[in-house]
Every structure is written in structure tokens, then in C-alpha cells.
């Protein structure tokens, strides 16, 4: 009897280990002349090493979620774990963010961009320059090295800020919209990349993303999320292998996956768009 | 750059041309001598007045006041600027009030200052202070505004302390905004020094150029005025120089 309580107790233990960030019940209300409820409640539970992606209708939240995982603000409700410690007032050690805006800074060139947080946290500077070179040759802007964000597209900016987010080696990778100004070739190609890393380094990811098929195409498990205030209205699990590319958007299952995805949103895009009636 | 180069090259023509056609219009009695000089005989008695160190004692004096007040007014703009930045609520209060700043003729209370201080450098700090320390204040605000959040969130996820955010990452960010208030900054404790030691001072330059001017002396008046405006536009010019420098650096193609 007493046996069997531990034995459920330690797989208990084992699941939790398993997850990586956990949300539960949270939400977030932005107060001020007319108080705006953002999100939730919501529950989420993202486990270590998993790919998941976030959609949603503009304005649901998504990006509000991010920064109440990564510890940037704090939830009006709920609770945030990471790594089994409440996030609470500080953004915890092992996430990195890349947020929707461009976050390169002007002053810099493309390498001190990238170099950046390494030299801040007092990296020795041959490793530094390791991670910096290999990080550079990565993302595809070793011609850029010297070049200052402003002589760069606004999708080379989004690697820079990428680049410089993955040199200080997160376990927890967050990115908003990070390919969003890229076109779609480009995008499938960046999705491989971003494959390869997630493989290479065994990093937890959260994409935000407003593509449909890149969600489909990259994820373990893509959440769908409702109109503004944002919460899961379904999460969709793809059941591809870990070893997938940009080729699975010519699989069947992958358009199935992608026509779920638009049927889940279509009626929440319209909502948010304020169409009646959908 | 050559398109840079040609704007460079048509300053300089439109200086020298305007040079060249006053001393035209002096050397061809156009206009009386009596009113204005040549320049070229400005340079030459700046020139005598130089070598035979007449008015290195006024120099020194103007230039050790201005000094004194720059400092001081960046110093002071910038740390009001952060304070009244981090305090929305003063903010709103001290707004009008610093957009309304250059209205008030602050000369006006010159002989208070004296009164005050008496009749030595520090009612010309004071003023020079306190007309340039309101520029370096409106550009500091104006920079911090400028700062994009994301690069204070940036920051946070990198873990840095509030301390190295500020040195690496908001001072940079606002740097170009910073530099426009150094500028102002410096333009107006000159102005401020200068127009001090006009109304009245026992020395520097605007004192010497005051002396001359009723003193009929033209030559003395003419050379000094000539240099405070040498001085002011190199010193403009060469902050320009490197300010744009930056600025390029920055744009946004
Ligand atoms: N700091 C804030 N203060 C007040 N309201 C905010 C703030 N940040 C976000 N909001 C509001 O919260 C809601 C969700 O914003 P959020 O940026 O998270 O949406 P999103 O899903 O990321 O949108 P998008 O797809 O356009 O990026 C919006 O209605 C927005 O106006
Ligand atoms: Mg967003």
C-alpha cells in the first residue's frame, strides 16, 4: 500500500521533472484608464526539449504570454515555473528571448551585437569569440560581420538579435514572430535552421508565430489560442519525427495539420477583426 | 559622399564669398569705415592683439567661465533630466514649464546676481548655468523618451544590473539626443558668459568688446568680435563633424 503511494509519488516527481516552464491559471489585465484583459486564464505545461508554437489572432496575447514566461511582467493571477522555481520579479537564469521588435542595438556592429551579452556576463574572451564566430556563420552573416544594424534588412536585424540570444546558450528559447519579416522561401529555410539548433543544442522552444504552415511545420505541439483575452482553445500535437525539415510541408499529414489549424482560427481571426456574425 | 563633399565645399564658397564681398564693400567705401572695418583689418589687429598678449588675461577669463558653466549645466541637465524622467508625475507638472523655459529673458535678473555675488566670475557662471542647464535637461528627457523599451527588456533577460544597463545600453541609446544637449549645452554658456560680461564685468572678452565700443575703438571691437565668432563656429563645426559621424553610423538606410 505505502509502496504504491511512493511509486505514484515518484512518477509525480518524474512528470514534473519532465516540465520545463509551467503555467497555471494565470492571466494578466493591463490596468490603466480602461483596464484591458490580455490573457487567460490559462494552463500550460511546456515539457524540456519540446517544440511549441503559438498562433492567434492579432492582439490575443501572444506576446504577453512570452514576457510573463520569461519574467518580464508579472501575471495579475496564476502562477509562472521555471525549472521548478516560481518566476517572480526577475527574468530566471536559461531563457532567451527574441522579441517582435527589433532589439539590435544601433551603436554596435553586427559581431559586438552578438557578442554582447557574453562580454556582459564576463565570458573569457577566446570562448566568447568561439560562440560569437560560430553564431555568426550559423545565422548567415559572416559578409555583415562589420556592418552596423542599420545597413542591414530588417530580417538580417531579427538573426542579429536571434544570434545574439543563442551564443549565451539558453535552455529555454523564446521567440516572437522572429522571422516575420522575412519571405516565405527565406522563412522555410530559417525554419530548417531553427530545426537544426533545436536538435543541436536539446533547447526547449516557444515560437510566436502568425504562419500557420511554419507552426505546422516545426512543432511538436502547436497552440491554438482564442481571441482577445488570448487562452488555448486547442493544442494540436503533429507527431513528427525529430528529425524533420521544410521537405514535410509536401506530407500529407502536414496539410492536415494546417487545414485543423485554420479551422480552429478562422472563427477567432474574425472575432478579433470585429466581423460579426463568423 | 561626393554629394557631401560638394554641400562641404558650397558652405565654405558661401563664408569666403561673404568674406570677400565685405571687404569689397569696406575697401571700396561702400560701407563708411567708420561703421565696419575689413575683415582683413580684423585679422590683422586680432593678430596684434594676440602676439603682444593683450587680451590673454580676458581669454583665459571667458573661456575658464564658459568651462565652468558647461560643466556644471551637463552635469546637472542630465541628472535632472534621468530624475524628472524616472518620476512620470513631476514630469507632467515640469513639462510646460521647460517649453516655456526660453521665454524668460534671464538677464533681467543679471544685477540680482550681482548684488548677490558681487562683481566677480560667479554671477557669469550662474547665468551662463542657468540658461544652458534647461537644453541639457529637454534633451535628456527626449533621449531616455527615445530609448525603445525593447532594449530595456533586452537588458533584463540578459540579466544585467540596472547599473550596466544604464552604462551600456541606455546612455548609447540615447546618445545622438545626449549630444544634441552637449551642443546646446555649450552654445549657451557662451552666449550666456558673454552677453554676462557685456552688461556688466570687470574682464573677459564680451567686457573687452563692451570697452571697445565705447571707446570708439573699432579695431579692438572688430577683432574680438571677430574671434568669439571663429571660436563659436569651430567649436560648433567640430562637434557637428563628429556628431554626424554618429548619426550616419545609426541611419536607417
Ligand atoms: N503594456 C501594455 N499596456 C496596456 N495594454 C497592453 C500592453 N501590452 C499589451 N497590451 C494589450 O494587450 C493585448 C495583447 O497584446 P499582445 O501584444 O500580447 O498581443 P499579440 O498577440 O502579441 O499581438 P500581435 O499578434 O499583433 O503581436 C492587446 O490588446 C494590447 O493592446
Ligand atoms: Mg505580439
New binding site residues.
Given amino acids: 500500500m505505502s509502496a504504491g503511494v511512493a511509486v505514484a509519488q515518484a512518477q509525480t516527481a518524474t512528470a514534473q521533472a519532465k516540465v520545463h516552464a509551467r503555467l497555471r491559471g494565470v492571466t494578466?489585465v493591463?490596468e490603466?484608464k480602461l483596464s484591458?484583459h490580455?490573457?487567460g486564464p490559462l494552463d500550460l505545461d511546456l515539457p524540456r526539449g519540446e517544440f511549441f508554437s503559438v498562433v492567434?489572432?492579432?492582439?490575443?496575447?501572444?506576446?504577453?504570454?512570452?514576457?510573463l514566461i520569461a519574467g518580464l511582467?508579472p501575471p495579475t493571477e496564476g502562477t509562472v515555473t521555471f525549472e521548478d522555481k516560481p518566476v517572480a520579479g526577475e527574468v530566471p537564469d536559461g531563457i532567451g528571448a527574441v522579441f517582435?521588435e527589433d532589439a539590435s542595438f544601433p551603436w554596435l556592429t553586427v559581431r559586438d551585437n552578438i557578442a554582447f551579452g557574453l562580454r556582459r556576463a564576463g565570458v573569457d574572451p577566446a570562448e566568447t569569440q568561439r560562440r560569437v564566430e560560430y553564431a555568426i556563420g550559423f545565422m548567415g552573416l559572416r559578409e555583415f560581420a562589420t556592418a552596423y544594424p542599420a545597413q542591414l534588412s530588417g530580417g538580417m536585424r531579427q538573426r542579429v538579435c536571434i544570434a545574439r540570444t543563442l551564443v549565451m546558450q539558453p535552455r529555454l528559447i523564446l521567440l516572437?514572430?522572429p522571422f516575420g519579416a522575412l519571405d516565405q522561401q527565406t522563412r522555410l529555410l530559417m525554419g530548417d535552421e531553427l530545426l537544426r539548433l533545436w536538435r543541436e543544442t536539446g533547447a526547449t522552444v516557444m515560437l510566436?508565430t502568425?504562419a500557420l504552415d511554419e507552426a505546422a511545420m516545426l512543432s511538436d505541439r502547436v497552440g491554438v489560442?482564442s481571441a482577445?483575452p488570448?487562452r488555448f482553445i486547442d493544442v494540436i500535437t503533429t507527431g513528427w519525427s525529430r528529425e524533420r525539415d521544410s521537405n514535410i510541408v509536401a506530407d500529407p499529414a502536414f496539410g492536415v495539420v494546417t487545414a485543423r489549424l485554420w479551422s480552429l482560427l478562422r472563427g477567432e481571426s474574425l472575432k478579433a477583426i470585429g466581423a460579426k456574425g463568423a | 559622399m561626393s554629394r557631401q563633399a560638394a554641400i562641404g565645399w558650397t558652405r565654405v564658397a558661401v563664408i569666403v564669398g561673404s568674406i570677400l564681398l565685405i571687404e569689397a564693400l569696406c575697401r571700396l567705401k561702400i560701407i563708411n569705415p567708420l561703421t565696419l572695418i575689413p575683415p582683413s583689418e580684423m585679422a590683422a589687429s586680432l593678430w596684434e592683439l594676440i602676439v603682444t598678449g593683450k587680451v590673454t588675461d580676458d581669454i583665459a577669463q571667458t573661456f575658464s567661465t564658459v568651462a565652468i558653466a558647461f560643466v556644471l549645466s551637463v552635469v546637472t541637465g542630465f541628472i535632472l533630466g534621468a530624475v524628472i524622467h524616472a518620476l512620470p508625475r513631476v514630469r507632467r507638472a515640469v513639462d510646460p514649464l521647460l517649453a516655456s523655459y526660453y521665454s524668460i529673458p534671464f538677464f533681467v535678473f543679471y544685477p540680482l546676481l550681482i548684488a548677490l555675488f558681487g562683481l566677480n566670475t560667479i554671477p557669469l557662471i550662474v547665468i551662463g548655468f542657468v540658461f544652458a542647464t534647461a537644453a541639457m535637461v529637454i534633451s535628456t528627457l527626449n533621449g531616455l523618451d527615445r530609448v525603445p523599451r525593447v532594449l530595456s527588456k533586452t537588458t533584463r533577460v540578459l540579466r544585467m544590473s540596472s547599473s550596466s544597463s544604464v552604462l551600456f545600453v541606455t546612455l548609447p541609446a540615447a546618445a545622438p539626443y545626449l549630444f544634441t544637449g552637449l551642443k546646446l549645452a555649450l552654445a549657451y554658456s557662451f552666449i550666456g558668459v558673454i552677453a554676462g560680461e557685456f552688461i556688466l564685468s570687470g574682464g573677459g572678452l564680451g567686457y573687452s568688446i563692451a570697452y571697445a565700443y565705447n571707446n570708439f575703438d573699432n579695431q579692438t571691437m572688430y577683432a574680438l568680435m571677430m574671434f568669439v565668432l571663429v571660436i563659436a563656429t569651430v567649436m560648433n563645426g567640430a562637434l557637428h563633424v563628429f556628431e554626424q559621424r554618429m548619426l550616419r553610423r545609426r541611419a536607417r538606410a
Fill in positions: 494578466r493591463f490603466g484591458v490580455a490573457l492567434g489572432p492579432s492582439g490575443c496575447g501572444k506576446s504577453t504570454l512570452m514576457d511582467s517582435q516572437d514572430e510566436i502568425h489560442m482577445r488570448g
